[in-house]
């Protein structure tokens, strides 16, 4: 498929997306001139509303893993799928919006709009979609138990809480995939437990995929399902040291 039309965004409830991978490939220039390997994954798949955790050690890859598959970085070669939808393969403009439609992110630095309030942030992401609405963007904030706080701005709110807006913005386009980045990183150990118990509940009643990666082990094990990433990359990096 070569575009992401606006038919398959009407669709799109119907439509079962499992994230395939194949071949991907992404290296960087090294100051020697020389390039690092940084992702080298043969095979990776993930059903439609399975959850895993991958875990490995920084510098590995990972967040570049998760930007090759959001289309935020272009890959070397390789194929990435969604469905049937062949995210590595479609323009610029095409893979935005799918982006847009398709996936969620939740990232460990939050990335909030400091100038917006809880709620803005929330309805800020859902304005390339048609159905954007206050009410869809109050409930979001609801279901992560800011109501009281949706017009607070970012610095009035803790940093728990702001991981919490981060995970409503995330969801505000009913995504079918979320990634999550350390998304606990910045967190203290009972906010970081409380927000991936609360990404994994939202996922699983919104039939979304979750992805997460993390170096922490504690966050880990609260997956059923859990890999490590040297078992997926074979990439042999710079300066990797598994
Ligand atoms: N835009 C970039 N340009 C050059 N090197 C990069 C870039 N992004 C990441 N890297 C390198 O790729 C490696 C993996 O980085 P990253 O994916 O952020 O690892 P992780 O998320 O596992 O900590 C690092 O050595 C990093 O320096
Ligand atoms: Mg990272």
Redesign the pocket.
């Known amino acids: 498929m070569s575009a992401f039309s606006q038919n398959e965004e009407d669709r799109s409830e119907n439509i079962k997306y499992p994230l395939v991978i194949e071949d991907l490939r992404k290296s ?3 100051e020697s001139g020389e390039v ?1 390997n ?2 080298e994954v043969e095979s990776f798949e993930l059903n439609q509303g399975s959850q895993l955790a991958i875990q ?10 998760l ?1 090759l598959i959001a289309g935020i ?1 272009k890959p070397d070669i390789g194929v990435i799928r969604m469905g049937e939808i062949e995210l590595s393969n479609l323009s610029e403009h095409a893979r935005d919006r799918a982006r847009a439609q398709l996936i969620g992110y939740v990232f460990q630095n939050f990335h909030l709009l400091q100038g917006c309030t809880a709620l803005e942030n929330v309805m800020v992401s859902m304005a390339i979609n048609q159905n954007a609405t206050r009410d869809r963007a109050r409930e979001l904030i609801s279901n992560v138990g800011l109501s009281k706080k949706e017009n607070f701005l970012p610095s009035q709110l803790s940093i728990g809480q702001q991981q919490r807006v981060g995970i409503a913005r995330a969801l505000a386009n009913t995504p079918k995939l979320m990634l999550a ?2 998304p606990t990183g910045n967190l203290d150990s009972e906010n970081a437990k409380r927000s991936i118990d609360l990404l994994s509940s939202l996922c699983s009643s919104n039939h979304c995929t979750l992805l997460v ?1 993390s ?1 922490d082990e504690k966050i880990i094990n609260r997956f059923e399902k859990s890999m490590h ?1 040297q078992d997926i990359n074979r990439a042999k ?3 990797f040291e598994y």
């Open positions: 960087y220039p090294i690092q940084v992702v490995g050690a920084s510098g590995t890859g990972k967040s570049t893993f930007n970085v980045d350390e990666v170096h990433w990096g710079f300066d």
